[in-house]
């Protein structure tokens, strides 16, 4: 006989804003007729309202896995079981994405049928990592549920101290702004560590993540241990016609509020004829005046990618932005996508070696420094690897003979090494 369903006056609550809400499609599932799940569902949702009663939460983690993976499926079992037994076991399941996030509707439909069968038909597209997150497996399900996924062509995603899955915007497929192919540098980079990925050996999580340009779509700089932002290394192209068209439609002091003065270097220059001047050097390619004037300006033609690694939220030091630890890197040929590999390698091997228990890549170079980590990855030092830009314009001179001395004795060392 199936359970009714509960009473749940504060859940409710949460149904009645302008917004959806996830309750009402917790009810959706839970109120189905005839599936396996409908019970489970129920039972969550009672949980749930206990949990907004009680003001705690009542799950606990534990050990589910999948066979030859250790990692990528994440324990969920109830404290409250005894009250709430059907959803005693909540697992979810994370499965790696398309690169892009290019899925067929054929693709969407199979996976769906497949986590109707095995799971609770509750998927999360994507989770914070880029997963895919189906949600509520019980733990003689999981296995079955990842082989019908693996047999369509998935796999599973990481979950644990290991190299998580990675995240790459649309870019290349379909971004005029786009400035390498974000999807073959996550393929290359993923595909190659994916025993790291799969078989949880590292100090802490570790995640890559891949934007086309500085926008970031991906969220790369602030939520991975290693960005890849596309950038250029040339000029900013400008159609001056074009800009005089949005100069004239829009009018001077608008272009000036709204562009010229809004850049961050105050590299624009809004000049007499009504054409643009912008002093290159200085730009450090936040993406505005590009965002704002489309027809007007587009990236450079030198294209390629700056990498920043560090990037994380909240943990032990708090929020951390990546640093750049290589300004500039072309990626068109099938070596320039060798060496992004071969450096991305060198990466996961010195934070494997050099890391603590439960210390992000970002902790690790605070607690290092920034002159060993470069100076680990065999990267030449460059001006532009900055934690935060400069705010004295004075500079001290008077040592510098002395420092550049020690500098090139260090390099000459190493060199006979």
Same mark, same amino acid.
């Given at each position: 006989?199936?359970? !009714? ?12 804003? +302008? ?7 917790? !009810? ?19 949980q749930l309202e206990y949990s907004y009663e009680t003001v705690k939460g009542y799950w606990k983690g534990g050990t589910v896995g999948v066979r030859g993976y250790g990692g990528g499926v994440i324990p969920r079992f109830s404290e409250v079981a005894d009250k709430f037994p059907e959803s005693s076991e909540f697992h979810t399941l994370r499965i790696m994405p398309a690169p892009g996030?290019?899925?067929?509707? $054929? ?40 082989? %019908? ?32 192919? *974000? ?18 050996? &590292? ?10 340009? +500085?926008? /970031?779509?991906? /969220? ?8 890849? =932002? ?23 002091? %608008? ?18 004829? /009504? ?5 290159? +050097? ?5 993406m505005h005046c590009i965002n704002v004037l489309t027809k007007a300006l587009r990236p450079g033609k030198v294209r390629g990618c700056t990498l920043l690694l560090g990037g994380k939220h909240t943990l032990q030091i708090g929020d951390l932005m990546g640093i750049v630890v290589v300004p500039f890197m072309r990626l068109e040929t099938d070596e320039d996508y060798d060496r992004l590999?071969?450096?991305? $390698? ?8 050099? %890391? ?6 970002? $902790?690790? =170079? ?10 680990? &990855?065999? &990267? *030449? ?17 008077? /040592? ?13 060392? %190493?060199?006979?090494?």
């Amino acid at each position: 006989m199936a359970k !009714k369903m509960p009473e749940t006056p504060l859940l409710d609550q949460l149904e009645g804003g +302008p917004w959806p809400s996830f309750v009402s499609n917790l !009810k959706r599932l839970a109120e189905s007729d005839g599936k396996q799940y409908a019970d489970r569902m129920k039972d969550l949702l009672g949980q749930l309202e206990y949990s907004y009663e009680t003001v705690k939460g009542y799950w606990k983690g534990g050990t589910v896995g999948v066979r030859g993976y250790g990692g990528g499926v994440i324990p969920r079992f109830s404290e409250v079981a005894d009250k709430f037994p059907e959803s005693s076991e909540f697992h979810t399941l994370r499965i790696m994405p398309a690169p892009g996030y290019h899925y067929s509707t $054929e693709a969407l439909r199979k996976i769906c049928d497949i986590w109707e069968e095995h799971g609770t038909g509750l998927i999360a597209l994507h989770g914070q990592s880029g997963d895919i997150m189906f949600q509520g497996c019980s733990t003689e399900q999981v296995q079955s549920a990842f082989d %019908a996924l693996n047999e369509y062509g998935f796999d599973m995603g990481g979950a644990g101290p290991c190299l998580r899955s990675s995240q790459a915007c649309v870019g290349h497929a379909r971004c005029e702004y786009s400035c390498y192919d *974000e999807a073959r540098a996550m393929r290359s980079i993923i595909n190659n560590l994916i025993d790291d990925l799969h078989r949880p050996s &590292l100090p802490y999580k570790f995640k890559f993540k891949f934007s086309g340009c +500085p926008n /970031d779509c991906a /969220d790369a700089i602030h939520r991975s241990d290693g960005a890849v =932002i596309g950038t250029w290394q040339d000029e900013i192209l400008v159609d001056q016609e074009e800009f005089k068209k949005y100069v004239a439609e829009q009018g001077r002091k %608008a272009i000036i509020d709204n562009v010229i003065t809004r850049c961050p270097t105050h590299a624009m220059s809004l000049n007499d004829d /009504d054409t643009v001047e912008i002093d290159n +050097p200085s730009c450090v390619r936040c993406m505005h005046c590009i965002n704002v004037l489309t027809k007007a300006l587009r990236p450079g033609k030198v294209r390629g990618c700056t990498l920043l690694l560090g990037g994380k939220h909240t943990l032990q030091i708090g929020d951390l932005m990546g640093i750049v630890v290589v300004p500039f890197m072309r990626l068109e040929t099938d070596e320039d996508y060798d060496r992004l590999q071969e450096l991305a $390698e060198n990466i996961i091997e010195f934070f494997a070696e050099n %890391a603590l228990e439960h210390e992000r890549t970002g $902790e690790m =170079i605070e607690r290092i420094g920034l002159a060993n980590f470069v100076e680990g &990855l065999g &990267l *030449e030092v460059d001006p532009n690897m900055v934690v935060h830009p400069r705010t004295n314009p004075f500079v001290r001179t008077d /040592d510098w003979d002395e420092q550049a001395a020690k500098w090139k004795g260090r390099q000459g060392a %190493a060199a006979a090494e």
